[in-house]
């Protein structure tokens, strides 16, 4: 009964939004598998680098957009939405030039045709976040669930057909499968910005008045959350986050080739992906919901935890009983580094929504910016510095970031 009633006390986003996660991130499992047995390593490793290029330029141009739309309840949501969108657009303009460079530095080929899909890829994945966050603030239970569920379920089967259809593909960017996949996906969650320019209803503007949908008179009111940042130190944060991530995506092809950058992004995207479940499935929700919630993060973060080091092991089983081909072996060597590294991330994720209801914003955002700075120089000047294998420059990234990831989440947690 005890239990009942707290999932009954979680916000009305919270069901939709798990259960389009969830399927989401089957989605991913999915593709992790096709992507193991349809295609190979160099293909993924170049879809995985365009991909991140893609999100990194997406990532600096919405400036924590998404986040700050959630954390902004007093705010008429549909007006913030289009005014959120069409900065970002433009500073995703802007930052073309940025982008093009790093399309050179990472030695994929024609940087132009890497420029366009990742200009392609950017715009829609643009588009699909602040979706996300919109739906929970003025979507149907329907809108929350499907907005997260359905561009990685059309990727997953786009990947499969076009594999199905085009065996003899070629390497690089002849026939780029995955990429045109993930294109058509992101397209598919970007129509839900549409809500964005419909006119507000009354009800909208009622719910804005009390700064949020969820506040019921017999349940306790959510502690008030704002974003105090500065626009430069939001910008600051997103381009620190874009950049870590491009530095690891863009770094490991160039120092190790795109069959090592093949295994550790496969395998990579398919564990980040259960931080990120995290982020919009939970912290997301509580920011945006008016209702105190009464899950402790701790719970969400070990359920996480549990969940990336059963991903991690099944990994390892694949690979020891040989049900992966035989050019994936190379992954055994990043398994239970990216298993620790996730693990720390999650527990960040579980607790994201704090900073935000503590008032502890902007020291947040400033312990991340030197956070990453550390991130970046592993990445990027290690390897120059002293020779090593990717092994071994892997362990070196993972047990900086376990490390870091905990102090974050015990300042936050302990404040």
């Known amino acids: 009964m005890k239990r009942w009633k707290l999932l009954q006390s979680l916000p009305r986003a919270t069901a939709p939004a798990a259960l389009g996660s969830l399927v989401s991130l089957a989605a991913q499992g999915f593709l992790a598998l096709v992507l193991f047995r349809l295609f190979s390593p160099e293909e993924v490793g170049v879809f995985s680098a365009t991909s991140q290029l893609a999100f990194f330029w997406a990532s600096l141009a919405l400036a924590q957009s998404p986040l700050s739309l959630l954390a902004e309840r007093h705010q008429e949501p549909r007006a913030a939405a289009r005014r959120a969108w069409r900065q970002s657009a433009w500073r995703l303009l802007w930052l073309a030039p940025l982008a093009a460079l790093g399309a050179v530095w990472s030695g994929l080929g024609d940087a132009a045709q890497v420029w366009a899909w990742a200009a392609a890829l950017g715009l829609a994945q643009l588009s699909w976040l602040l979706a996300q966050s919109l739906t929970l603030r003025v979507g149907s239970r329907w809108s929350i669930g499907l907005v997260r569920m359905v561009p990685p379920v059309l990727a997953a089967a786009a990947a499969v057909l076009g594999a199905v259809l085009f065996p003899e593909r070629g390497e690089g960017l002849e026939l780029p499968v ?52 500065s626009a430069r130190l939001k910008m600051l944060h997103t381009l620190s986050d874009a950049l870590a991530a491009t530095a690891l995506a863009l770094s490991w092809p160039a120092h190790y080739g795109a069959q090592e950058a093949g295994w550790l992004l496969a395998l990579l995207r398919i564990l980040s992906f259960i931080p990120a479940l995290v982020h919009t499935a939970w912290a997301q929700v509580v920011l945006s919901s008016s209702t105190k919630v009464q899950l402790r993060p701790l719970q969400v973060a070990w359920a996480a935890s549990a969940l990336v080091l059963g991903v991690g092991a099944l990994a390892q089983l694949a690979l020891t009983w040989g049900w992966l081909d035989a050019r994936w072996q190379g992954l055994s060597a990043y398994v239970w580094p990216l298993v620790l590294w996730q693990t720390a991330a999650s527990f960040v994720a579980a607790h994201a929504h704090l900073p935000f209801q503590k008032g502890l914003a902007i020291q947040h955002a400033l312990l991340c910016v030197a956070m990453n700075a550390g991130f970046i120089a592993l990445c990027v000047v290690l390897p120059w510095a002293s020779p090593l294998s990717a092994s071994t420059h892997m362990a070196w990234l993972s047990t900086y970031m376990v490390l870091s990831l905990a102090g974050l989440t015990l300042w936050v947690a302990k404040r």
């Open 178 to 229: 995955l990429l045109v996949s993930a294109c058509l996906g992101y397209l598919a969650g970007a129509m839900w910005m549409r809500l964005a320019f419909q006119p507000a209803s009354p009800a909208d503007l009622a719910l804005v008045a009390r700064a949020g949908g969820d506040l019921q008179p017999d349940k306790p009111a959510a502690p008030p959350s704002s974003d105090p940042r």
